[in-house]
Nanobody
């Protein structure tokens, strides 16, 4: 069974950085579309950043563009979300998700993903 395990969340001050990891088990992350989503209390789950399986094209939500970077570490079968210049509004539970198969576009919607991790909490507060 496909498994995704997120790690790297925690408490950070505004302006700080965190590095989230999405470790895949029982599949090769390089062949999948991977997305990072987040959900704050009382809000819907929203897309943060995604990477395409075909050509590693990426997508970033406007709210994180220029601050977050998504990348693959194929040797570790992991997808990384580097988050810099964190703001209080970035606080949420962050989820990674995987979608199998070839895609000619970057998948940005929750319904496009087949597998989800359990989430990791990110808190941004002074």
């Amino acid at each position: 069974q496909v498994q995704l395990v997120e790690s790297g969340g925690g408490l950070v001050q505004p302006g700080g950085s965190l590095r989230l990891s999405c470790k895949a088990a029982r599949f090769t992350v390089d062949y999948y579309n991977i997305g990072w989503f987040r959900q704050a209390p009382g809000k819907e789950r929203e897309v943060v950043s995604c990477i395409n399986s075909n050509d590693d094209s990426t997508y970033y939500a406007d709210s994180v563009k220029g601050r977050f970077t998504i990348s693959r570490d194929n040797a570790m079968n992991t997808v990384i979300l580097q988050m810099n210049s964190l703001k209080p509004e970035d606080a949420a539970v962050y989820y990674c998700a995987a979608a199998q198969g070839y895609s000619d576009h970057v998948k940005k919607f929750t319904y496009e993903y087949d597998y989800w991790g359990q989430g990791t909490q990110v808190t941004v507060s002074s």
